[in-house]
C-alpha cells in the first residue's frame, strides 16, 4: 500500500487524512506501508501532531512502514516514526523510494543497517 501526503499538515488535514486512511487501511489485508512524507510538513505544535500521529497508529494493526522524507531529520516524518514504533508498528525512515521499496519486500527488521 502506498500513502502518500504533501504540503501543510494541519489539524483538519490530519483528522481528514487519517479518517480516509484508515477506512481503506483496516477494510484490506495488506500490512505493510510505504508512506511518501517527502512533500509535507507539520503546521501545527508538536505536542499536538505527536498526539494526533499516536491516535492513528494505536487504530492500525501491527505492520511495517516505511517512511520516505525528505531528509532524515524531517520532524514531519520523525513524528509519525515514533508514533508508529511507540504504538507496536516497525517502521523507518528513507529519503530514497528504492530504498524504502527494498526494505519493504525484505524480511530484515527496523535494526538491519540497510545501504542502498
Known amino acids: 500500500m502506498i500513502v502518500a501526503v504533501a504540503g501543510a499538515r494541519d489539524r483538519a488535514a490530519f483528522a481528514e487524512g487519517t479518517a480516509s486512511f484508515l477506512n481503506f487501511f ?42 520516505v522524507a525528505r531528509e532524515m531529520d524531517c520532524a514531519f516524518s520523525r513524528i509519525w516514526r515514533r508514533a508508529l514504533s511507540i504504538t507496536g508498528h516497525e517502521a523507518y525512515l528513507f529519503e530514497d523510494v528504492g530504498a524504502a521499496e527494498a526494505w519493504l519486500r525484505s524480511e530484515a527488521d527496523e535494526d538491519t543497517l540497510y545501504v542502498a
Open 26 to 67: 483496516l477494510s484490506q489485508p495488506a500490512r505493510k506501508v510505504l508512506f511518501d512524507a517527502s512533500g509535507a510538513h507539520a503546521a501545527l505544535e508538536s505536542g499536538i501532531a505527536i498526539e494526533l500521529a499516536e491516535a492513528c497508529c494505536r487504530q492500525m494493526p501491527a505492520c511495517r512502514v516505511a517512511i
